[in-house]
């Protein structure tokens, strides 16, 4: 089992940045693919970002493409989701999800992820 925590959510005005943070329970959190989705109100959930295990392969939306990016940070253990050049309709609940993978793969579909965190709200204001 794998706990999820998300932080560094929270209001910015457009053309702003924030930083989210998934950390995870347990060691190593290398072991595992993790994605960011996110889900705004009356709008299904989508993948946002994602990363490969070892960090080396990464997939972003093409809504947020040139303005996130995600990264690892194995001596924390986690990953960061940073968000530049925020607009309004970059604002919903944000959540970190991470599944177990041996092969490096990336993960697409909500389905493919057997942890999630409790999610953070995002807000930017136009």
């Known amino acids: 089992q794998v706990q999820l925590v998300e932080s560094g959510g929270g209001l910015v005005q457009a053309g702003g940045s924030l930083t989210l943070s998934c950390a995870a329970s347990?060691?190593?959190?290398?072991?595992?693919?993790v994605g960011w989705f996110r889900q705004a109100p009356g709008k299904d959930r989508e993948l946002v970002a994602a990363?490969?295990?070892?960090?080396?392969?990464?997939y972003l939306a093409d809504s947020v493409k040139g303005r996130f990016t995600i990264s690892r940070d194995f001596a924390k253990n986690t990953v960061c989701l940073q968000m530049n050049s925020l607009k309004a309709e970059d604002t919903a609940v944000y959540s970190c999800?991470?599944?177990?993978?041996?092969?490096?793969?990336?993960?697409?579909?909500?389905?493919?992820?057997?942890?999630w965190g409790q999610g953070t709200q995002v807000t930017v204001s136009s």
């Open positions: 999800a991470a599944t177990f993978d041996r092969y490096g793969t990336i993960y697409h579909g909500d389905s493919q992820y057997d942890y």
């Open positions: 347990r060691r190593p959190f290398s072991n595992y693919a």
């Open positions: 990363i490969s295990r070892s960090g080396v392969s990464t």
